[in-house]
Nanobody, 121 residues
Framework: VQLQAFGGGLVQAGGSLRLSCTTS??????MGWFRQAPGKERELVAT????????YVADSMKGRFTISRDNATNTVYLQMANLKLEDTATYFC?????????????????WGQGTLVTVSS
């Protein structure tokens, strides 16, 4: 399975972006979005179970970010609104070993290449 994330770009603070992650084959697994800012560790953004009925969004992004998936097109989305300067990072999608919306970084075995989001003032 290969993952490809896209949709990043330059956006002003307060703006919105939607990231997409496509899989090369049907991913019968939970999926997650993570991000990594320069000089910082990779952090969890959001996760979703295989069916899409269970989701998790990190506290600092709750109310602004939404994760969803369309299994018919093998795509996972991250809708980001009210973006802040501190949201600037490279965003990665990843596939979990299980079907759950796991929050454990170690449970993600396949990673996409990342897409850069830059929020400007």
């Amino acid at each position: 399975v290969q993952l490809q994330a896209f949709g990043g770009g330059l956006v002003q603070a307060g703006g919105s972006l939607r990231l997409s992650c496509t899989t090369s084959e049907r991913a019968l697994s939970g999926m997650g979005w993570f991000r990594q800012a320069p000089g910082k560790e990779r952090e969890l953004v959001a996760t979703i179970n295989w069916g899409g009925g269970v989701t998790y969004v990190a506290d600092s992004m709750k109310g602004r970010f939404t994760i969803s998936r369309d299994n018919a097109t093998n795509t996972v989305y991250l809708q980001m609104a009210n973006l802040k300067l501190e949201d600037t990072a490279t965003y990665f999608c990843a596939r979990a070993r299980s079907i759950s919306a796991t929050r454990l970084l170690s449970e993600y075995s396949v990673w996409g290449q990342g897409t850069l989001v830059t929020v400007s003032s």
